[in-house]
């Protein structure tokens, strides 16, 4: 039975096509866990119903990495590539097209797992590179990840990768935690730190991480395999998540066209990338190249403009919607984020306000992705100016003056001006115009808002 959801959690989690239902899956663990408590003397450490060891930890022990953990050199322009891709060729005397590995750099968590005869046994942060935190039990806890390797594992391999927090997954921790009124998560990459960073294993297992490894710090018993490519391939052999967005290039040009491709996919994807890493794929050539201090210089990271950024609050205005709900709308000193410049961002509601602590003056965390609306994510803590004001719903609409109503329960405060409040009746003849309902052609947004303003149009009927 164990050998049998092994295969399950791997059809699952590596292949990412599963044989059976979850409810299956769920019956076929819990008879596992019947059997092992009426029998307990064959509970073997790899069985999957023990991910989750018994008691707390004191403290996390120290692990000294035998092969470095290394960071990397960046780039964010093509012909940094270029140059890169050239200096390359001329330490190894080559003319010839070198040929590379892409792959998306994960924002997450750097992790060595080592396991030995196929088995888990021990993780580790990268910590400063040469020595990291033990955190073997809270990442046994990772259901993508397999406590036992399959096929042919050699007696020792130590796998390098990257846990992470899944979008979705973090979306709906935080809705959660905030309707509990509990404390929120910033964004993935530190949610996946500081579920990792738990001390009890338990507070861990309830959190959604996943996990995708890239590399081969050590193997023994085994010769290393000679490329890259078929690093990630025997690692996916033997049973670990890789990432389905892998690519060997035949030369730099290619690895400056999967750069722009993934780009367009980055918001698509269901984790968080910074980057592209790019490796020089022939293992030999690694070594010649070597590694400087503590950069390799056969591998370099190419950065995207980041999703996130700080600055300043300079105000919070009101905006009134088609049923007249009131959302505040925050004025940043603008600022650039995901490669736009960005100088609102939406608030939503007061609770909202509330929950982040938000006063006028203070620095925010901001956070931008794809085409959607900015949003601010947190205040920088320990940044409060002593002049920052707090934020109060306006008593009256600020468009028409009637009284701003917020019924008992409510989380949405409205203007309770009706159709009379010109920024309702803008909202509300554009509404009536639109595709799904009139669909008067020619009605957009500059004519609506002429025909109010000019109070022509005082309600659909004058239209
Ligand atoms: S390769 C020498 N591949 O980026 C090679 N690193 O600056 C070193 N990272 O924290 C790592 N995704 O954990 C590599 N596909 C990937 C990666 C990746 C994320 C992280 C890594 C480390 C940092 C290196």
Wanted: proline share 6%; aromatic share 6%; hydrophobic share 40%.
């Amino acid at each position: 039975m164990r050998a049998e959801i092994h295969h399950h959690n791997y059809c699952y989690h590596v292949l990412d096509a599963p044989e059976i239902s979850d409810a299956d899956y769920d019956a076929l663990f819990d008879e596992l866990q019947a059997l092992e408590q009426a029998h307990p003397d064959l509970i073997t450490p790899d069985s999957p119903t023990q991910r989750v060891g018994a008691a707390p930890l004191d403290g996390f022990a120290q692990v000294r990495h035998e092969v470095p953990m290394l960071s990397l050199e960046k780039a964010t322009l093509v012909e940094e590539l270029e140059d890169w891709d050239r200096r390359n060729r001329k330490l190894l005397d080559q003319e010839a097209a070198l040929a590379y590995s892409c792959e998306p750099k994960i924002d997450g968590v750097a992790v060595s797992l080592l396991y030995e005869s196929g088995r888990l046994v021990r993780a580790a942060t990268r910590g400063d590179g040469t020595t990291g935190e033990d955190i073997t039990a809270n990442v046994r806890t990772i259901s993508a990840l397999p406590l036992k390797l399959r096929g042919n594992p050699p007696p020792m391999i130590e796998v390098r990768g990257e846990i992470y927090m899944p979008i979705a997954a973090f979306n709906a921790f935080n809705e959660a935690a905030a309707a509990n009124g509990e404390r929120t998560l910033v964004n993935p990459r530190n949610g996946a730190s500081g579920s990792l960073r738990q001390l009890d294993p338990k507070v861990t297992a309830a959190r959604p991480l996943n996990f995708f490894c890239y590399g081969i710090g050590q193997i023994g018993g085994e010769a290393m395999p000679s490329t890259q490519s078929e690093q990630v391939m025997h690692l996916r052999e033997l049973g670990l998540r890789t990432n389905p967005n892998f690519r060997a290039c035949k030369d730099i040009a290619a690895c400056a066209e999967y750069v722009d491709w993934l780009q367009t996919r980055r918001d698509a994807l269901d984790y968080e990338i910074d980057g592209v890493v790019i490796k020089v794929d022939d293992v030999e050539a690694q070594q010649r190249l070597g590694t400087l201090t503590r950069r390799p210089r056969w591998a370099i990271a190419f950065k995207y403009p980041a999703q996130e950024a700080t600055t300043r609050l300079l105000d919070v205005e009101f905006q009134v919607g088609r049923t007249g709900a009131i959302t505040p709308v925050a004025r940043l000193e603008p600022v650039f984020v995901g490669g736009v410049t960005v100088s609102n961002a939406t608030l939503h509601n007061m609770d909202e306000i509330r929950r982040l602590d938000l006063r006028i003056g203070d620095s925010v965390l901001i956070h931008r992705a794809g085409d959607v609306i900015p949003k601010v994510m947190q205040v920088v803590p320990g940044k409060r100016p002593r002049n920052a004001r707090a934020v109060e719903l306006p008593a009256s609409c600020p468009v028409c003056g009637a009284d701003v109503i917020q019924p008992e329960g409510e989380v949405v405060a409205r203007c309770s001006g009706g159709i009379s409040c010109p920024a309702q009746r803008v909202q509300a003849l554009l509404h009536f115009g639109s595709r799904l309902a009139l669909d008067i052609q020619g009605l957009g947004e500059r004519i609506v808002q002429q025909l109010v303003d000019q109070e022509l149009v005082q309600t659909v009927a004058d239209l």
